[in-house]
């Protein structure tokens, strides 16, 4: 499978959507919506922003990497 590096996060409060990088190694936690300015962070369950509200899951989810996603680290 090839790993995808771009998604599509869509605003779970105003509904806007933005195309995003996905980094391979840090789990992205945190994301401002640029239009209504509301930060949010995943769903119960999910390990970064990409896995609730992006088209593609993140990279290392993709990937099956075994344990924590993204080893356990956060970005804001």
Request: charge should be negative; hydrophobic fraction near 30%; proline fraction near 11%.
């Amino acid at each position: 499978m090839k790993v995808k590096w771009q998604s599509i996060i869509t605003c779970p409060h105003c509904g806007f959507h933005q195309e995003e990088s996905m980094p391979a190694d840090v789990c992205i936690y945190f994301w401002k919506c640029p239009q209504c300015q509301t930060v949010v962070k995943p769903k119960a369950g999910d390990c970064c922003v990409f896995c609730s509200y992006g088209t593609v899951p993140c990279p290392p989810v993709q990937m099956n990497a075994p344990g924590n996603c993204c080893g356990g680290n956060e970005l804001e």
